[in-house]
């Protein structure tokens, strides 16, 4: 296993976990919107 393929996978890794860091981030924060908009009703 070379170290180039590692680096390459290590980097596929984080910005996969970052895009689903965020993709979570945005829908935790929907849902918290949406249950204090139907609170406010």
């Known amino acids: 296993m070379s170290s180039l393929g ?7 890794k984080v910005v996969v976990g970052i895009k689903v860091l965020l993709f979570g ?4 924060g929907a849902i918290q919107l949406y249950k204090n908009l139907n609170k406010a009703k």
Do not use: D, P, S, W
């Not at 981030?25 to 935790?28: G, K, R, S, T």
């Open 6 to 12: 590692f680096q390459e996978l290590l980097g596929i």
């Open 25 to 28: 981030a945005i829908v935790y």
